[in-house]
C-alpha cells in the first residue's frame, strides 16, 4: 500500500491514500484521494491490521458505513428494496462488516 497521509482539516483517525477505490473502480474525475477503511471497524472492535483495511473512495467509504449501519439496526436481515440502493462494492464489505463485527473474528 502507499504511505497513508492524513489530510489537513480532516479527523484525525481517517488516512488517505492515491491507491484506487475497490468499491467504484471507474471514477470522473479519475484524480482524487481515496480513504483506508477498516472492513470490522475499529469503533465496534476490530483490529487496526492490514487484513482488515481496503483502500476505496469517500462516497463509497460513506455508503459502506450506512449500509453497515442498516445491518447492524436489522440484524443482517437489510430488504432488498434499502440493499439495492447501494453498488455491489458497497453492498459486499457492509456484509463482510457486519459478519465480522457478529462472529469477533477476521
Known amino acids: 500500500m502507499d504511505t497513508p497521509v492524513q489530510t489537513l482539516g480532516g479527523p484525525p483517525h481517517l488516512l488517505t491514500t492515491r491507491q484506487p477505490c475497490l468499491v467504484h473502480p471507474k471514477h470522473v ?44 439496526a436489522l440484524r443482517g436481515e437489510v430488504p432488498y428494496a434499502i440493499r439495492r440502493q447501494f453498488s455491489k462494492g458497497e453492498r459486499d464489505l457492509a456484509k463482510l462488516g457486519y459478519e465480522r463485527i457478529t462472529r469477533q473474528a477476521l
Open 29 to 72: 474525475p479519475t484524480s482524487h484521494i481515496n480513504h483506508e477503511h477498516h472492513i470490522w471497524p475499529k469503533g465496534h472492535g476490530g483490529p487496526d491490521v492490514p487484513e482488515n483495511r481496503v483502500v476505496i473512495c469517500p462516497t463509497g467509504h460513506y455508503n459502506t458505513h450506512r449500509l453497515l449501519e442498516e445491518y447492524l
